[in-house]
Structure formats: C-alpha cells, structure tokens
C-alpha cells in the first residue's frame, strides 16, 4: 500500500503546482505579465502551495482509502490562486477561459503521459504510483472543469454568457463558490465523477 507521504510529494505537490504554473504561463502568453512579475510564473512549490488546499485538504480526503473505509479515493486540492489581471489581456472574454483551462488541460497531460509510460514499468509499487498519479491528475482535471465558480470550467461562462449575466456569476466566483462545491461533494451530488474519472483512465489502457 501507498504510503501517504509518497502519495503527497511524488503526486498531489507536483500535479497541483504544475496546475497553477499553466495558469501562469497562459495569463504570461497571452499578454498578462501579473504571474511573472509577482513570481509565481515557477515551478518552485513553496510559491504555491496553500497550507490549507495542498497540504491538509488532499491528506484528508486520501486518508479513509489508505485506512480501507473505501476502494476509490476522491483526492482534491488547491494551490494560492495565480493572481491574474484580465484587463491585460489581449482579449478578455476568450482569455480568460483559456487562462482557466490551462490547468485542467496541464493534468490531463500528465495522466496521459503516465499512463503511456506504465505498460513498461514492471516493478508493482512503482506501477501502483503510476496508477494512482494517473486518476489523481484525472480528478483534478475533471473536477476542476466543472462549469461552476470558482472551479476552473467556470471560465467557459466567462466566454459564451452575456455580460449582464457574468455579473452574477462574478459575485459567486470566490468564496462562496467554494462553499458551493463543498455541499456538493458533502451530500454526493458529485459521486458521478468517479465513474467518469474510472472510465477515463481504462480508456487510457490503465489498470485500476
């Protein structure tokens, strides 16, 4: 069995820093310097990390698989949001989705890579390792695509819906979004992600 620590520092630190780095380096690509001048355009995790979203939440949620209460873990986490200033880029509306996309797109890279690499891995612990970088990176990315505030498929809104509406959805987009998504996970509403997550990584030819 996965240690909880091995888990932490060799996939839960590097999937959620290289979430927030993509977020960085799209605002920085598409004409907002904000990320790079305030210094989280790096892959340096003490940059990033949120003590809170990166440390206590992602080890609470992994704890009831490591301890056997269930057979699929639902891990989740976040890093201090990578400041960004719309007004900045070059067009707003469609950047601003694109900037928020960048995350998600970044983890399912890497679950794809892994999971290209993990037919040759022969040795079982590292195997297993692979397997569960693989469905954490899947979370975060399905997860985060959601198209609620302030999760980051929220950005869609910001380029499809009219502006009398992104008011609404701007007022929303913080804390008590967050709140939002927590009800949600608390009364199961989202326990539909797991098949999807599941699905997601057979298709990708890994064993779960």
């Known amino acids: 069995m996965l ?17 927030e780095y993509a977020h960085a380096w799209a ?11 305030m210094g989280r355009l790096t892959l340096n995790p003490l940059k ?6 990166t440390v206590i939440l992602p080890l609470l949620l992994y704890l009831p698989y490591v301890l056997g209460w269930t057979h ?14 719309p007004a900045r880029l070059r067009s707003p509306r469609r950047d601003i989705m694109l900037v928020r996309l960048a995350g ?5 890279a890497i679950a794809l890579m892994i999971a290209g690499v993990l037919p040759y891995v022969q040795e ?15 979370g975060l990315a399905i997860f985060n695509m959601l198209p609620v505030p302030p999760l980051d498929g929220s950005g869609i809104l910001y380029a499809v819906l009219p502006a009398r509406i992104l008011v609404l959805v701007q007022r929303v987009d913080n804390f008590a979004g967050m709140i939002l998504v927590f009800v949600m996970l608390k009364f199961g509403w989202l326990d539909f992600l797991n098949v999807i997550i ?3 990584a057979h298709a990708l030819g890994v064993r779960t």
């Open 104 to 108: 998600p797109l970044m983890n399912m």
């Open 124 to 138: 079982h612990d590292i195997n297993d390792l692979g397997v569960t970088a693989v469905l954490l990176n899947l």
């Open 198 to 200: 599941y699905n997601a």
């Open 3 to 19: 240690t909880i620590a091995l888990v932490f520092i060799l996939i839960v630190i590097p999937a959620i820093v290289l979430h």
């Open 27 to 37: 605002a920085d690509r598409l004409g907002d310097d904000t990320a790079r001048r």
């Open 72 to 85: 699929s873990p639902f891990v989740f986490g976040f890093a201090k949001p990578v400041p960004f200033n």
């Open 48 to 53: 990033h990390i949120d003590p809170f979203g």
